[in-house]
Nanobody, 120 residues
Framework: QVQLVESGGGLVQAGGSLRLSCVVS????????MGWYRQAPGKQRELVAT???????NYADSVKGRFTISRDNAKNTVYLQMNSLKPEDTLIYIC??????????????WGQGTQVTVSS
């Protein structure tokens, strides 16, 4: 079974930086698109950034220019570098990956989420 484990969340002052990591493990043939989403308790999940296996990226307007998504295919890991953090970035951040566990079979898998808190 495929698992996504996130790390790097925590408390930071406004204007500071954090780097989130998400390691994918389990039965992996290949990893296609990976991404980060965020969610307030009881509210709708929203896209933060995605990155394809070829390195193409997509960002929400609210984080463009401040956040950078990247991946290390050899380590099955996706990162989210968050700079110039704002109090409104205080949300639960969730890792996502579309994974091929065998040729022709794709699984959409989510991590457990990690809390990011930005103080003013």
């Amino acid at each position: 079974q495929v698992q996504l484990v996130e790390s790097g969340g925590g408390l930071v002052q406004a204007g500071g930086s954090l780097r989130l990591s998400c390691v994918v493990s389990g039965n992996i043939f290949s990893i296609k698109t990976m991404g980060w989403y965020r969610q307030a308790p009881g509210k709708q999940r929203e896209l933060v950034a995605t990155i394809t296996s070829g390195g193409n990226t997509n960002y929400a307007d609210s984080v463009k220019g401040r956040f950078t998504i990247s991946r290390d295919n050899a380590k099955n890991t996706v990162y989210l570098q968050m700079n110039s953090l704002k109090p409104e970035d205080t949300l639960i951040y969730i890792c996502n990956a579309r994974i091929r566990t065998m040729p022709g079979y794709e699984s959409n898998t989510w991590g457990q989420g990690t809390q990011v808190t930005v103080s003013s």
